[in-house]
């Protein structure tokens, strides 16, 4: 009897805890994000949240190099030719969504303002970082390319409560991000492709461009 209540009480786990730590706090990070505001600028809580915070956890709890996680220029000629295929193929579409539906009118024009520049920079770039760097290449230790699809799950949740449009559309966009971070090792093309899908899209949404 003592056996069975041992043996039923026996998991036998072998967890891959950077991979752990990374889901963990990843999912709180989001979380909080949700709840809380920090500092005038919701746009600078993010760069806090989804930059600085993962990059110390790599660095100082992890000891691991964050190139390793996509931080850095990787292959930047397929790089910027990827960018610049994506944007060509992107902007058509997002001209004709960001005018046509108002949900997405309503949802973006309000951003339209001098700091748009900066708000994007803030607000995008750890976004990209800790979905196609952190998680990205942590998850592909372990899991290979289905790491693509991994990473594009949170990302798609994080989406809710935008435009349903968009929303829908995120777990493929998440994987597009995904793969072009795979192809150059960095984090850094996608974020450029992203940075110009959120400036375009309120600029149109705004009536900025016509």
Do not use: C
Request: hydrophobic share 55%; net charge neutral.
């Amino acid at each position: 009897m003592e056996a069975d209540v041992k043996k039923l009480f026996t998991f036998e786990l072998q967890f891959n805890w950077n991979i752990v730590i990374a889901t963990i706090i990843t999912t709180l990070l989001l979380m909080v994000d949700h709840y809380h505001r920090f500092t005038a600028s919701k746009a600078l809580d993010r760069f806090f949240l989804y930059l600085v915070i993962p990059l110390i956890v790599i660095i100082v709890f992890l000891r691991e190099n964050p190139a390793d996680y996509g931080f850095q220029l990787g292959d930047w000629k397929a790089g910027l030719a990827l960018t610049a295929i994506v944007i060509a193929i992107a902007a058509p579409i997002l001209w004709l969504t960001a005018r046509g539906d108002p949900s997405m009118q309503k949802y973006y024009e309000w951003l339209l303002s001098p700091e748009l520049p900066r708000y994007a920079f803030l607000d995008l770039i750890g976004w990209e970082f800790i979905f196609r760097g952190w998680l990205l290449f942590g998850y592909a230790r372990k899991y290979g390319h289905d790491a693509l699809w991994l990473q594009s799950v949170p990302f798609a949740l994080a989406h809710i409560g935008k435009p349903e449009i968009e929303t829908l559309s995120t777990i493929f966009g998440g994987f597009l991000f995904g793969l072009v971070a795979w192809r150059t090792r960095s984090f850094i093309y996608p974020f450029l492709i992203h940075y110009f899908i959120f400036t375009f899209t309120v600029l149109v949404a705004g009536g900025a461009l016509g």
